[in-house]
């Protein structure tokens, strides 16, 4: 039972919900797995590559060691057999008393060879077999040393061609640091009948330099020369380690060999420093499959939300939706289901409206036939026969206010009765406009009226009798009270069409009338309509939405200055 009410639960939650659910638990378990077998399996793999860590880091220092000594060895075979140095030193002219210019080169080319390797090589000299000993000017002998006790001086005597010398500390110049180090040796036997060895001396920072970035508590380093004997070793090389692992590396062109023990539960530190690494990342890429699962959800859930808005606007009557078709799955196939249906729907509300605007239309012409059939009653000559024998009367005795009045109401007529024309440019409309405000202005001095409609909306095309029935209502609705009134006719082009706007500062409107009003402007039948002034309008818009589409027409709002604004828009024509 409680399974039911869990899974119940579940399947009554949004289908974003199920998918999320769904695919974080997937991704969890996944991860989780994953975890698991790395913790049993890879751990062994993990010190392996601890140890090739530390196995490369001494196969660089010993590439990067051995590399300078083979380099200081070819300088020396370079100086003695290639170059005319070592002859040169052979045959140079030295004296007790004063020094030759041949000393003094001789210093230059010695000196040049140690400088070459500041703080690697201590102190470099050749000697000869006269007992002369040449070396540059930065190094002087250290008088308490007796140099034929020393490994090289045998080596020459024995013209050996061992290059390298076991480790000493013997030092033959000042200048030579305290340490035990190194002598490279390299003779010039039988050379003009001369014996010359050149001897370099190698300062023992340059070992505990090039392992010192290496070293620590839980490493130490071993060097061996090539003749076996240790040359450095580490400091802490008494302490005992216990159980250790054991890295070698050979130096190819020296023939040194470096040893190294490393303890191993260092390496087992290392490794469980990078599992604690691993908390931290296990929880970014859980964090990174429930956000990739969110996204996912998002994405499979997206085109089923749209659905469901088109469907709400659909509710609301709007049948231009359509469903944008990407994909042939299930999503796809209700997509092709919904446009079909809202197709169908919408096909049929227009068969519906066109069967009702040609009921409409035809009872626009009855009414049109009957408007025609009154006019044709009235006899237009006779009207403005009348008309012009009353303004000549009103000429002659001097009344100008009954002149205007009945000239106006001429041109009132003539402009309704006479010419059958449904579309006038908007000049005509805005003439028979000014001939009606002159008439109610004789009967309403006080209320200010101002038209002002460029020249080039003029050829603008208008439904006959549009403006002046707008107006007209101004009076009979707006102005009630004994105030100050005002009425005001502009007109501009906006959006490609022509924008008439009628306003006044009467006694306005209700916003929920104005709402009711505009709604019942958009209805074809004028069904909504419940009496007074307001079925004028609706004919007004009726006609203009009839001759030049539903874009045009009417709307009506709040002015700012209290009263009505009405809005006639119209296409524009040049």
Not at 220 to 233: F, K, N, V
Not at 354 to 371: F, G, S
Not at 415 to 441: C, M, N, R, W
């Amino acid at each position: 039972m409680k399974k039911l009410n869990l899974l119940s639960l579940l399947m009554n939650r949004s289908i974003f919900v199920k998918y999320f659910f769904s695919m974080a638990v997937v991704s969890s378990l996944g991860i989780f797995a994953v975890v698991a077998t790395y913790q049993h399996f890879f751990e062994k793999m993990l010190i392996e590559v601890e140890t090739s860590s530390i196995q490369r880091s001494i196969d660089q220092t010993s590439v990067a060691l051995d590399s300078k000594l083979d380099q200081i060895v070819k300088d020396m075979f370079h100086f003695i057999s290639y170059s005319k140095n070592g002859t040169e030193l052979l045959r140079a002219q030295v004296s007790d008393v004063e020094s030759t210019e041949d000393m003094r080169r001789a210093a230059d080319m010695l000196g040049a060879f140690r400088y070459r390797y500041p703080g690697d090589v201590d102190s470099v000299f050749f000697y000869r077999e006269d007992g002369r000993i040449f070396y540059d000017y930065g190094l002087s002998l250290d008088k308490q040393t007796n140099f034929m006790n020393m490994e090289w001086y045998s080596k020459f005597v024995e013209h050996s061609r061992e290059i390298w010398s076991y480790p000493s500390s013997s030092r033959m110049f000042n200048q030579d640091a305290e340490g035990e180090s190194l002598w490279l040796s390299m003779g010039m036997y039988d050379v003009e009948s001369q014996d010359g060895i050149l001897v370099s001396r190698l300062n023992p920072n340059l070992f505990r330099n090039m392992f010192s970035r290496l070293e620590n508590d839980d490493l130490r380093i071993r060097l061996m020369t090539p003749l076996g004997e240790s040359l450095y070793q580490s400091d802490q090389g008494l302490q005992p380690f216990g159980e250790s692992v054991f890295i070698h590396a050979e130096l190819e062109q020296s023939g040194f060999r470096i040893e190294a023990e490393v303890r191993k539960d260092y390496i087992i530190r290392r490794v469980d420093a990078v599992q604690q690494v691993n908390l931290p990342i296990i929880g970014a890429v859980l964090l990174a499959s429930l956000l990739i699962s969110l996204i996912l959800s998002l994405t499979l859930v997206k085109p089923v939300r749209k659905l469901l808005r088109l469907m709400k606007h659909v509710e609301r009557g709007d049948f231009t939706v359509r469903f944008p078709i990407r994909f042939t799955d299930e999503i796809g196939l209700l997509a092709v289901g919904f446009n079909q249906m809202v197709h169908r729907v919408s096909d049929l509300i227009q068969q519906v409206y066109v069967i009702r605007m040609e009921k409409m239309e035809m009872e626009l012409v009855q009414k049109e036939a009957t408007l025609k059939a009154l006019q044709s009653q009235i006899n237009p000559h006779f009207l403005y026969n009348t008309l012009e024998a009353i303004n000549c009367h009103a000429i002659v005795r001097n009344v100008p206010s009954i002149s205007k009045m009945s000239k106006s109401l001429a041109d009132f007529f003539r402009y309704a009765i006479e010419k059958q024309e449904i579309v006038v440019p908007l000049f005509k409309e805005s003439h028979h406009l000014d001939t009606y405000i002159l008439i109610q202005g004789e009967r309403y001095p006080e209320i200010e009226i101002e038209v002002d409609i460029p020249e080039e909306l003029y050829p603008c095309p208008i439904v006959k009798l549009t403006l002046q029935p707008i107006v007209e209502n101004c009076f009979i609705h707006g102005f009630k009270k004994a105030r100050p009134y005002w009425i005001y006719i502009g007109a501009k082009q906006e959006d490609g069409d022509c924008l008439i706007v009628i306003e006044d500062n009467g006694e306005g409107m209700e916003e929920s009338e104005i709402v009711r009003f505009n709604r019942l402007l958009k209805q074809s039948d004028g069904s909504g309509h419940q009496g007074g002034g307001g079925i004028g309008l609706w004919n007004v818009n009726h006609r203009l939405r009839l001759q030049f589409g539903e874009a045009y027409g009417l709307h009506v709002s709040s002015s700012v200055h209290g009263g009505i604004r009405v809005e006639v828009r119209i296409p524009f024509q040049q």
